[in-house]
């Protein structure tokens, strides 16, 4: 599993852009020379995600780019349609980058996987935040595994680690 003070490793993730094209977007144009809040979560659209953990990421985007944030990255194992539309309801747009793993083959790479097969989800990201800075994680916080809450994870706790 990914720890403080690794280097994130190469890969790419999907956006589907404003034009309707979906592209390939790497890991270095996410993270070169920047400095993320890199937010992975279950699923879009799941309860949990989308009604506690996001939104509050959507309200405090402004005020955790103040404090010398370049962007923030919302992870799922999703595909980029999904992803998409998951943004515009959310009315993140502008505010967050919605990034599809649709095959979790990035979420595997972070060591953050979670075998969800049982409840009919597949293989999953676990809940997590992460500030990075030029492609190296500076801070990781993991909910509980097991637990369906936002305790540690939130954009709350993010902007006090800011």
Same mark, same amino acid.
């Given at each position: 599993?990914?720890? #403080?003070?690794d $280097?994130?490793?190469d890969?790419?993730?999907?956006?589907?852009?404003? +034009?309707?094209?979906?592209? %390939? !977007?790497?890991?270095?144009e996410l993270?070169?020379?920047?400095k993320?809040?890199?937010?992975?979560?279950?699923?879009?659209?799941?309860?949990?995600?989308?009604?506690?953990?996001?939104?509050r990421?959507v309200?405090n985007a402004?005020? #955790?780019?103040? $404090?010398?944030v370049d962007?923030?990255v919302?992870m799922a194992?999703? +595909?980029?349609?999904?992803? %998409? !539309?998951?943004?515009?309801?959310l009315?993140?747009a502008g505010?967050?980058?919605?990034?599809s793993?649709?095959?979790?083959t990035?979420?595997k790479?972070?060591g953050?996987?979670i075998?969800?097969?049982?409840a009919?989800?597949?293989i999953r990201?676990?809940?997590?935040?992460?500030?990075?800075e030029d492609?190296?994680v500076?801070?990781?916080?993991?909910?509980?595994?097991?637990?369906s809450?936002?305790?540690?994870t939130?954009?709350?706790a993010?902007?006090?680690q800011?």
């Amino acid at each position: 599993m990914i720890k #403080i003070g690794d $280097k994130l490793p190469d890969g790419f993730l999907r956006v589907k852009d404003s +034009d309707g094209n979906a592209r %390939k !977007v790497t890991t270095d144009e996410l993270f070169a020379g920047q400095k993320v809040v890199l937010v992975g979560v279950p699923g879009a659209f799941t309860a949990t995600c989308h009604k506690a953990h996001i939104p509050r990421f959507v309200a405090n985007a402004e005020a #955790i780019k103040a $404090k010398g944030v370049d962007r923030i990255v919302v992870m799922a194992v999703n +595909d980029h349609h999904v992803m %998409k !539309v998951w943004d515009e309801a959310l009315c993140g747009a502008g505010k967050l980058d919605f990034l599809s793993d649709g095959s979790a083959t990035y979420t595997k790479a972070l060591g953050v996987d979670i075998d969800r097969t049982e409840a009919g989800m597949g293989i999953r990201a676990r809940r997590f935040s992460m500030i990075v800075e030029d492609g190296v994680v500076k801070r990781i916080n993991l909910e509980p595994e097991g637990g369906s809450g936002v305790t540690v994870t939130g954009a709350e706790a993010m902007l006090d680690q800011l």
